[in-house]
């Protein structure tokens, strides 16, 4: 398989990359009208596909088996840990912390 069908990164880093506007989230939580508190919320839903143009005819690598992934970012206030579990399967372990607590 030639690898400019691959992007340079494996699934689970994308799937950190998810996590790129988390502020809206913490903006959504410290803002008292649940109408504004769902404009940030739905903004953070879409945010994941702010890159899909230029990503739609590239797939991640998959990840083998017992690969973690670990992003700690202190800007943000989380860490990101992620594990490939099972392999015939599409199972990925996923624990966000939030470093403010």
């Known amino acids: 398989m030639p690898a400019a069908l691959n992007e340079p990164i494996n699934l689970l880093q994308r799937l950190c990359e998810e ?42 690598f998959n990840p083998v088996l017992g690969e973690t992934f670990e992003c700690i970012r202190e800007d943000r206030r989380f860490c990101f840990i992620s594990e490939q579990e099972l392999k015939c399967l599409w199972v990925i372990d996923i624990i966000p912390q939030n470093r403010a607590i």
């Open 19 to 60: 996590l790129e506007y988390s502020e809206l989230l913490d903006t959504a939580s410290n803002t008292p009208d649940p109408y504004q508190r769902m404009v940030y919320i739905a903004a953070f839903a879409i945010s994941g596909y702010s890159t899909a143009t230029f990503r739609n005819r590239y797939k991640p």
